[in-house]
């Protein structure tokens, strides 16, 4: 039982420490006044106001940029795609020929030999 008691003071000194200590860290890094502190929150939201409407116009105006690049961007990918398609197929002919080409090569060499 004493044991019991024992840990029991223990956490309620280190409860009782570490509140202390928050407290006292709370006073030394008090943020400012709240006048302050109301300025610096305008100042900060005209920033990102600022930066989300900068140079290249509204919010609005650069997702729109932002669709159109990706609409291009798609147009192109899906023209080279056509492009080595394309290339495949020629070249899926030409290797179709030239395999027919072999074969009627070793037909006509097996029919020799027959003779």
Known sequence: ???????????FR?????????AGAALLLAPKRGEEL????AQNASDWKEKAT???GT???????????????GQTM???AQEYKVKGQDTL???VENASDVVDDITEH??????
């Open 14 to 22: 280190g409860l009782v420490t570490g509140v202390l200590i928050g």
């Open 110 to 115: 097996d029919a020799e030999e027959s003779v």
């Open 59 to 73: 919010l609005a105006d650069r997702a729109q940029e932002l669709k159109d690049r990706a609409t291009e961007l």
């Open 54 to 56: 900068g140079p290249g």
């Open 1 to 11: 039982m004493a044991e019991h008691n024992q840990k029991s003071g223990g956490y």
């Open 93 to 95: 002919g030409e290797v």
């Open 78 to 80: 899906a023209q080279k």
């Open 38 to 41: 109301r300025e610096e929150l």
